[in-house]
Each structure stands twice: as structure tokens, then as C-alpha cells.
């Protein structure tokens, strides 16, 4: 399902399962359809839904029912890891299959204009799984309702767990992201320079996740929610050697919580909680 990049990959219950990879380059999440010229000569094809539709299709009718399906991404597809999870659940949960969901640094922390701008550019409202929405927030359910509303990404995660409670839900982060620092700050700035944010950008975007994180609670007491908030600056863990490495403040490694949730046991939230564990790693 949506990823990015390849990890050498020990003897677990991620080397024995068939993979199904779907790349992007669509600029929207894997949530859109829609056309977009943002400039005379510059169009988008915004048509990740399109294509991510696709690749669900063939996999509901060569794999009706699995065992177990892993919806996950890194960067973009973190989000898509979470919609397409939601839109898969309703035909999997019927026949057995066990679904976990782990979104991998794409943590939803943006800026109330890039919710009502971008989302509807996208035409995200029409492949969006609803049925997770609040009947009373869902309306006609059209684009601009859909920005109206200013629903954020750790809102959806409530719906979707609240909605589906035998699916595990699930997403990692580094404290201080470098990438999802460089994108917050360019939401506010469209003249932010590119490269890696200097350290303040870094803090900030690191107070505003854990003050977002702080005003979901109850998303944060669902029992079929976890998060793992992990040390230093890093973008991503899943594609990458140190998926296998990084570990908690317990010693207990993420690979190993990952594989528990594939397994169908129960996980809590880790966290590097305090500024000593947390700043490990992190670029100055």
C-alpha cells in the first residue's frame, strides 16, 4: 500500500507476506481526482485516489481474504496508509481480516489554509471515506464542506478508529521531523528557502504536534489507537535500515511493536517523552 523505499528486511512477519507497492507523484496524498493548472504552462495531475483505486481493486480480487492486510506509507503515504485503510475495512472486516494501519511520519500537522485549499483543489471529497465522518459534519458531502469543516488528519484518525474498532490504528514520528518542519514552514512562507529548517523550525513544529497531540484526547484513549514519537530529526523510519533499530525509551524496538500489531496483540503509545531522550540525533 502506499510507501516509499526499500529496507533490508529480516527474517518477520513483513519478509513473508506478498507487498503491494503504490508509488506517487500526484502532489496530493493518494487522495485526489482532479486537473489543476496552478500557472500557464503548469498543470497537475492530481490523480492519486485514481490510481490507488486501481491498485485496490485488483487486490480485492486476487486477495478477497488474507489473514492479515498492513496499510502503510511513509511522508504521503501516511496519510494515504490512513484512507485507504478506511476505504478497504468496510469489504475486509466481513471476511475475517485482521487490518492495521501504521502511518509513518505524515502526522497531519498543517495550517487551517492548506486544509481549506488544498483538499477541495484535490477534489478530495469525492473518494474520501465518509462513512467515518460524523453524519452531522458530512452534509452534501462536497469539497467545500469538506474544507469548512477544517477537519484535521488526527480528527480523521478519531472517526476511523472510533468507526472501525477491531482495525489497529497506528503512526510514528521523530520528535522534531526535519521534513515535516520544512513543509509547516513553507505553508506559512511561500518564500521558505529549500534545504533542511534550521533547529527553530524544528521546535516549532515539535510544540504544535504535541500540543494537537494533547487536544485529541480522546483519540489518544481509544484502545485501538497508538503512536510511537521517536528521537532526533529524522524523516521516516519504513523504508529505511533503521526501522529495525530504532528503539524506545524501554529498549523495546519499533519493528518489534509493529510486528505485535500485525500479530493481533495489543500496543501503547512510546514516547522519547523527555527533552534529553528526545533531542537524540537531533541537528542543531
Request: with cysteine; net charge negative; charged share 15%.
Amino acid at each position: 500500500m502506499p510507501a516509499a523505499g526499500r529496507a533490508t528486511v529480516p527474517d518477520s512477519a513483513l519478509s513473508r507476506p506478498r507487498h503491494i507497492y503504490i508509488p506517487y507523484c500526484t502532489g496530493d496524498l493518494h487522495w485526489g481526482n482532479s486537473t489543476v493548472e496552478y500557472l500557464p504552462g503548469v498543470t497537475i495531475e492530481h490523480k492519486g485516489a485514481v490510481n490507488a483505486q486501481s491498485a485496490v481493486d485488483w487486490m480485492m480480487s486476487n486477495l478477497p481474504s488474507p489473514e492479515v492486510v498492513l496499510v502503510t506509507g511513509c511522508s504521503a503515504g501516511a496519510y494515504g496508509s490512513l484512507f485507504w485503510t478506511a476505504k478497504i475495512a468496510p469489504f475486509y472486516l466481513p471476511k475475517g481480516t485482521r487490518l492495521v494501519q501504521f502511518g509513518d511520519s505524515g502526522m497531519g500537522i498543517v495550517t487551517e489554509e492548506f486544509v481549506r485549499e488544498a483538499y477541495p483543489q484535490w477534489n478530495t471529497a469525492e473518494a474520501f471515506p465518509w462513512e467515518i465522518v460524523p453524519s452531522t459534519l458530512q452534509g452534501g458531502r462536497t469539497n467545500a464542506e469538506f474544507a469548512a469543516n477544517n477537519m484535521s488528519f488526527l480528527d480523521f484518525y478519531y472517526f476511523a478508529a472510533d468507526t472501525f474498532p477491531t482495525v489497529q490504528w497506528s503512526q510514528y514520528s521523530s520528535a522534531y521531523d526535519q521534513n515535516q518542519a520544512f513543509f509547516l514552514a513553507t505553508m506559512v512562507d511561500d518564500s521558505y528557502p529549500q534545504g533542511e529548517p534550521p533547529l527553530a523550525d524544528k521546535l516549532a513544529w515539535a510544540a504544535l504536534m504535541r500540543t494537537q497531540m494533547a487536544d485529541h484526547a480522546a483519540l489518544l484513549a481509544l484502545p485501538n489507537y497508538a503512536h510511537w514519537i521517536g528521537a532526533g530529526d529524522e524523516h521516516c523510519v519504513v523504508p529505511y535500515n533503521r526501522y529495525w533499530w530504532t528503539v524506545g525509551p524501554s529498549g523495546a524496538k519499533l519493528s518489534g511493536w509493529v510486528e505485535k500489531m500485525i500479530e493481533g496483540h495489543d500496543v501503547t503509545t512510546v514516547d522519547c517523552a523527555s527533552i534529553e531522550a528526545c533531542t537524540v540525533g537531533l541537528e542543531q
